[in-house]
């Protein structure tokens, strides 16, 4: 099945950085999406990103499906954004297009 | 607006105990989802439903049943609890194809533990 890879596992900034969190996947894709799970377990949807850039915020996102990458950007990094940044994909070929695999994630500690 | 509600929150079960863990949305979303998160790993998909009325195994769907009661509710069932059950278990919905964030919406988790 499809892989799908996150890098860095663990990441420690001071407040105000900013940051790269990388996601490569082993397959085509006809669903990629990040995610942030608080300090509190709570899962919240950041970006529906198959292909191309999106932006909300101090938080955007690229996903280049051609070369099987996706990167989250976090600018002026506060301490409210950390928690684990998960990515998810769901394989082009079969299976429905809502039936995620997720990445291991990314642990952000932003430091006041 | 509720989203997503996952009943109970907390469980703790003696292992071959069987319980039932219960999931609602109220954002209309034809499908919905149960997934297991454990320590340090991402979430892993155990049943969906694509639409009311269907369900179809997962990733890791040995030892659990589903139901899709209504295109509202989608419940979870340990038939006998094992300690490898231990787990935070999540509920989805999602709407694919519509809105920009997929309409992808998690409750909030049940925190179980088999002894």
């Known amino acids: 099945g499809i892989q799908v890879e996150q890098s860095p596992p663990d990441l420690i900034l001071q407040e105000g950085a900013n940051s790269t969190l990388r996601c490569n996947f082993s397959d085509s894709v006809n669903n990629l999406q990040w995610f942030h799970q608080n300090p509190w377990g709570q899962l919240i949807n950041l970006f529906y990103?198959?292909?191309g850039t999106k932006q909300n915020g101090r938080l955007s996102a690229t996903t280049v499906a051609t070369e099987r990458y996706s990167l989250l950007y976090i600018s002026s990094s506060q301490t409210t954004d950390s928690g684990v940044y998960f990515c998810a994909v769901a394989p082009y070929y079969g299976g429905s297009q809502g039936n995620l695999i997720f990445g291991k994630g990314t642990k952000l500690s932003v430091k006041p | 607006n509720a989203g997503v509600t996952q009943t109970p929150k907390f469980q703790v079960l003696k292992t071959g105990q069987s319980m039932t863990l219960q999931c609602a949305q109220d954002?209309?979303?034809?499908?919905m989802y149960w997934y297991r998160q454990d320590p340090g790993m991402g979430l892993r998909l155990i049943y969906y439903s694509a639409s009311e009325g269907t369900t179809d195994k997962g990733e890791v769907p040995n030892g659990y049943n589903v139901s899709r009661l209504n295109k509202r509710e989608f419940s979870l069932r340990l038939e006998s609890a094992a300690p490898s059950q231990t787990s935070v278990y999540f509920c989805?919905?999602?709407?694919?194809?519509?809105?920009?964030?997929?309409?992808?919406?998690f409750g909030s988790g049940t925190r179980l533990t088999v002894v």
């Open positions: 990103i198959p292909s």
């Open positions: 954002m209309n979303h034809n499908s």
């Open positions: 989805a919905s999602s709407e694919p194809r519509t809105g920009e964030r997929n309409g992808y919406t």
